[in-house]
């Protein structure tokens, strides 16, 4: 039995915008939006084919507010391959 990462967790400002750019722009699929509650929703998108997906959460708070786009410390997150 093989192990992968099944999904990995990015916060964004907006999740509309979020899914608007990874799958509008980049052509990612949308796996799942669902509504958890008046502010909350479970949102997957991954690249078509791949078995890890992006867990898009919207931010909450001062301190999440503050952290999109620096989650990483000004290190890159992210790396895509073509192979």
Do not use: C, H
């Not at 796996?31 to 998108?45: G, H, I, N, P, Q």
């Amino acid at each position: 039995m093989s192990s992968f990462i099944a999904a990995v967790t990015l916060t964004v400002p907006d999740y509309d915008q979020a899914i608007d750019f990874y799958v509008g722009v980049l052509g990612f699929d949308l796996l799942e939006d669902t509504k958890l509650s008046e502010t909350k929703r479970w949102v997957k998108v991954a690249p078509k084919g791949a078995q890890t997906a992006l867990l898009i959460a919207q931010a909450d708070g001062p301190a999440q507010i503050a952290a999109v786009g620096n989650q990483n410390g000004g290190r890159v997150s992210f790396f895509s391959s073509n192979r």
